[in-house]
């Protein structure tokens, strides 16, 4: 895998501030082969180098971190993990081996698990009415 110069990071990880429109396509071409493992692989996680909040320091989101830190249930895990594959291969170029370009298989996932999503939501809100 290819490094910056300046921060000596992969590409995909580089923390440098961009100098300008020539350096916006400098991850083109440096990118890893798609992966299909069981382990922590690169299209789940993205590097975050200008936080939304002042004085952060920039930092790599991985997508199994932020579904734990939510609590996210098995549903909810599969839908987000799906929309960020999808947007991962849209925005960076970084994909799932055998993902299919046009992200036809990620978004049957989102359909299928925010299905499941909206039978949980209503026997919450059954259970809650129950209650009361």
């Known amino acids: 895998m290819k490094q910056c110069p300046d921060c000596?990071?992969?590409w995909q990880f580089c923390v440098c501030p961009p100098r300008g429109p020539?350096?916006?396509?400098?991850?083109?071409?440096?990118?890893?082969?798609?992966?299909?493992?069981?382990g922590s692989v690169d299209y789940y996680k993205v590097r975050i180098t200008h936080p939304t909040t002042k004085h952060t320091l920039p930092y790599t989101a991985e997508c199994n971190d932020i579904i734990e830190a939510l609590q996210?249930?098995?549903?909810?895990?599969?839908?987000?993990?799906?929309?960020?594959r999808q947007c991962a291969a849209a925005a960076l170029d970084l994909r799932k081996k055998g993902q299919d370009e046009e992200g036809l298989?990620?978004?049957?996932?989102?359909?299928?698990?925010?299905?499941?999503?909206?039978?949980?939501?209503?026997?919450?809100?059954?259970?809650?009415?129950?209650?009361t």
Request: hydrophobic share 45%.
């Open 105 to 131: 298989y990620d978004s049957q996932k989102v359909e299928f698990f925010g299905a499941r999503m909206v039978v949980q939501a209503k026997a919450r809100k059954e259970a809650n009415n129950a209650q």
């Open 72 to 84: 996210m249930n098995y549903a909810q895990g599969n839908a987000f993990k799906a929309i960020w």
């Open 8 to 10: 000596l990071n992969s």
């Open 22 to 38: 020539a350096d916006a396509p400098k991850v083109i071409g440096t990118l890893p082969a798609p992966e299909f493992s069981g």
